[in-house]
């Protein structure tokens, strides 16, 4: 179920606004993307390594001590933060390779910003023998060392970006413009359901699983659906992969959770970015606002074209939580469960704190932990530190 209307669009978002020389190139994507989306060898071979790889599926774990602490709704976990990685950013990662493989691609080309889908794009290329190209902002290497170094130990190279602030949004211009000159024996394989079509509706596809997943789960646990899903939302993959089967069960409530300080869907308004349109937190004369968050996959000052969708049909709910709650989360899920969340995962889980005390006992809520939490812990002990 989606709420895409005409190929690419949700409602007034989405939609490519690309020079015709990329325009071409995304054409031939959209075409061997419908092409093989469907196709039993495909289908197969992406389950064999969700299976066998990645250690799919991922289980629903009944979070038992944190419902007996908050006393309301029962809550569910969607441990995506035990996929080989780390995270969800796996599944589409692999769905991409596997497609730029059937296409014939040789190189594999993708922008990263804090370092977390330039490593899952390195580690698919490593296992599947593909050069592979990191395009990286001058100013993101430095803070990200380490993941440079991660992205270098699997064997792909890492491309310095100096034009503009150095950041994330002068990685995607470089990864484009590689693409329009090599797009006969490379692959762009992009990170989140964002940028121009068909990107948002093929990431959308293969991060699909993880609710594909939990509702048989939740059926099978349960007998009945969720109350609601609560995800946190950077540029929307793991979000809208966890709404994805739930969308036109109009009794499940989906809610994504953004940082205070990058509130794209919750305060943005209608705007393009990156060559599609979307909520964003933009200035007057139309440029991206700065944003921040503690947690560098959050960092986006738009977000993908369904999520705007969702959140103006009312469909979906988007709200903010500021950095003490996430940290409060971060320690609370520590200790009650044993599960230390990623940063990112901590805003979903905050949400959750605040919410699931309003419910009743008869009430689920299914929360994603999007990721592990042990790439954020020297960071943690330092905010802990001047708190
Ligand atoms: C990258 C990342 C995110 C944010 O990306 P989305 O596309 O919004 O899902 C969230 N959680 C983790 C653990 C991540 O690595």
Redesign the pocket.
Known sequence: MSTEQQAGYFGEFGGSQVPPSLQNVLDILEENFNRFKDDEDFKNELDYYFREYVGRQSPLYFAENLTNRLGGAKIYLKR??LNHT????INNVLGQILLAKRMGAKRIIAETG?G??GVATATVCAMFNMECVIYMGAEDIKRQALNVFRIELLGAKVVSVTEGQGRLKEAVDAAFADLVENYENSFYLL????GPHPFPTM?KHF?SVISRESRAQILQKEGKLPTAVI???????????SFAEYIADEDVRLIGVEPDQAPSLTEGTPGDLHGFRCLVLQDEAGNPQPTYSI????D?PG??PEHSQLKVSGRGEYVTISNEEVLDAFMTLSKEEGIIP????SHAVAYALKFVPTLSKEDIVIVNI???GDKDVEQVYDMLAKR
């Open positions: 995506e933060d780390g995270s969800h950013k804090a977390q889908h990170g989140s359901a964002v990431v991060q995800a946190c939302v950077g540029g929307g993959s793991n979000a809208i992969g947690a560098a996959g959050l986006y977000a993908g990623a940063l990112e995962s999007s990721g592990r």
